[in-house]
């Protein structure tokens, strides 16, 4: 592992404040499951981390408010049978959550109006369907 995890091209989370329990994983592996420690739980105190500059921080814990236990993240990754993989995996998904957290909000959408054509187009379809409907009819209304 290299000097940190990489969130954006500014962002950068130490490996200090990250912090790895290992534990037994369930699923393939045959009897090798029941003696490594392959599940990878990766976790961030994303409220007390002095990495995270302040605005990223307060939209991240807004963001990430149901997902978090007392400021801390946690994410669990146990989908391979080697450790190695799983760690990758588990910093992996802790990089795009902390990337979606605190992406920029998108821009607020500006309302628009159908145009004069797209009214003429629905009243036209409208019409072409009721008189397809009245066509449609038994009792010669």
């Known amino acids: 592992?290299?000097?940190?995890?990489?969130?954006?091209?500014?962002?950068?989370?130490?490996?200090?404040?990250l912090r790895e329990r290992f534990s037994r994983s369930s699923g393939p592996g045959g009897q090798g499951v029941n003696t490594t420690d392959s599940r990878v739980e990766l976790s961030f105190d994303l409220a007390g981390s002095p990495s995270v500059p302040e605005a990223l921080r307060v939209r991240a814990l807004d963001r990430l408010a149901n997902r978090l236990v007392d400021g801390v993240l946690t994410v669990a990754a146990s989908e391979h049978r080697a450790q190695l993989a799983n760690r990758e995996a588990a910093r992996e998904r802790m990089a795009a959550?902390?990337?979606e957290a605190v992406a920029p909000p998108p821009k607020p959408r500006r309302?628009?109006?159908?145009?004069?054509?797209?009214?003429?187009?629905?009243?036209?379809?409208?019409?072409?369907?009721?008189q397809r409907k009245r066509d449609r009819r038994v009792d010669g209304d």
Do not use: C, F, I, Y
């Open 97 to 99: 959550l902390l990337r």
């Open 1 to 17: 592992m290299d000097d940190g995890l990489r969130v954006t091209d500014r962002l950068v989370v130490p490996d200090a404040e």
């Open 111 to 130: 309302p628009t109006r159908p145009s004069r054509a797209a009214k003429e187009r629905r009243l036209a379809e409208k019409k072409r369907q009721s």
